[in-house]
């Protein structure tokens, strides 16, 4: 039987790109562990053995992110430490941030926004534009606070956070210790991990007292 020429085999599917196989790797990860059992120590292991220099504990100091500050410590992992300072921050939590470093000598990355624009806007609407108007409240926020966090984002495939479901409410039912995020204007997905999800203000209390793990002055 003759072949009939016009019939052409259908075009091969293009490879994946780098994007695709982040992201396909990423999607694997939550198909195939089940995070929700696992210790923050074991998160935190597995997160630093999966990612090298991409896995940074993102923190603004409070009870969760100083505790996993000292586990990572504790374990020998180089999980990247960072934080945002919105150009607001208290002497305090300027001085926090050195004794910190002292304590567990590790750098702490600092990212903050562009001092251009904040000027512009401090410029435009005044210093306290947050109590004017719901608006101008996220206006403010944007720009102090998610622009410079969606800059570290970039430089990540595993973003840690301290959030806990005894919280709220709303974080009791959406605080799972793994998901994927996207970064912000691509489509390049992010790992996000909550190890402590399921500790109590009480345990993390406790556990900061047993082994001395400073506090924030405020």
Known sequence: MTANP???ASPAAPPDTPLDQHNQRLERYLREIDFEPMSPEEILRWADQQFPERAVISTSFQYSGLVMIHLAAQLGLRLRLA???TLRLHPETY???KEVEARYQRPIEVYRPDPRLVGEMVKRHGEYL???SKFKQEHCCQLRKKQPHDHLLKTADCWIAGN???QSAHRREHTPKASLVPEYGTRRMILKLFPMA???EEQLLEYIAAHNIPKHPL
């Open 83 to 85: 934080t945002v300072d």
């Open 6 to 8: 016009r019939q052409q």
């Open 198 to 200: 399921d500790w109590t």
């Open 95 to 97: 001085a926090f941030i």
């Open 164 to 166: 806990r479901r005894d």
């Open 130 to 132: 947050f109590f004017d």
